[in-house]
């Protein structure tokens, strides 16, 4: 009866989740964004969440012109959805109205080699790789230890090794991929205007202003405040309530 009751509950919360997100989209195709945002938050307010739903929240912020909370909503659906195109293109756009203009440094060396390889798929998909060379790897074992003829005994032998430097690779990939994903910790500046100081303190020295939509890395924690880092390498402490973390 519990489990029938837990069935019931489930499958009505998904399904008044899909009413809202469709709800939400009939009213932002009407023109009516703070109505569809409300819309879209009830749905996040159940713990449902998707790229989808982030990327039209982000939209009605947009048109709107608000700028921090739709730069943030994009960047969550590209938490969930990093290679979509879409989600790219309209973060661009929204990055446009931003007050403050931020270089990026380039990484270079052999560290930005690794991550440029180790980016290339999320580490879920780098383990599911590994796991689909370590079946592969057990039929070529299979076959080197059943076959009676040399010549297949030296190919599933060869293959093995192969498969095991191969899988290796992709063991390696997700383990620095995540742990890149877990040590990264984007955010987004709300405050329409904010002093960032030298130390963790309000009477300390401004090192740098930023405004609203910028975005920023957060390097250390201590009480209400965060060490932040810019894109371009600068570094400087915010009191946590005037940033919103993208994860």
């Known amino acids: 009866m519990k489990k029938i009751l837990f069935i019931f509950l ?21 023109g009516k ?46 938490v969930l959805n990093p290679e979509d195109a879409e989600i790219l293109n309209n973060l661009k756009f929204a990055q446009k109205l931003q007050i403050d203009e931020i270089k990026v440094i380039p990484q270079v060396g052999f560290s930005k080699m690794v991550h440029d390889f180790t ?25 080197y230890y059943f076959s009676r003829f040399t010549f297949t005994k030296r190919i599933f032998f060869i293959g093995m090794f192969i498969l095991l430097f191969t899988m290796m690779i992709c063991v390696s990939a997700a383990i620095s991929e995540k742990n890149h994903y877990e040590n990264e910790r984007p955010a987004i500046v709300f405050a329409e205007m904010v002093l960032v100081k030298s130390e963790p303190q309000r009477a300390s020295n401004t090192v740098f202003t930023l405004h609203e939509g910028t975005k920023v890395f957060v390097r250390e924690t201590l009480d209400n405040w965060r060490k932040i880092q810019l894109t371009d390498g600068t570094e400087g402490w915010i009191e946590k309530t005037a940033i919103k973390e993208v994860k």
Do not use: M
Not at 45 to 53: I, V, Y
Not at 126 to 143: E, K
């Open 119 to 143: 980016a290339i798929f999320h580490y879920n998909t780098w383990a599911w790789l590994a796991v689909g060379l370590s079946t592969l790897f057990l039929f070529c074992f299979a076959g």
């Open 33 to 78: 964004y703070e109505q569809a945002i409300t819309e879209y938050k009830r749905i996040l307010a159940t713990k449902q969440h998707s790229a989808d739903l982030y990327f039209n929240l982000g939209n009605c912020y947009y048109k709107l012109n608000q700028v921090a909370p739709a730069i943030y909503n994009y960047e969550k659906a590209l």
């Open 10 to 30: 489930l499958t009505t919360q998904f399904f008044f989740a899909q009413t809202g997100f469709e709800k939400g989209n009939t009213l932002y195709q009407k």
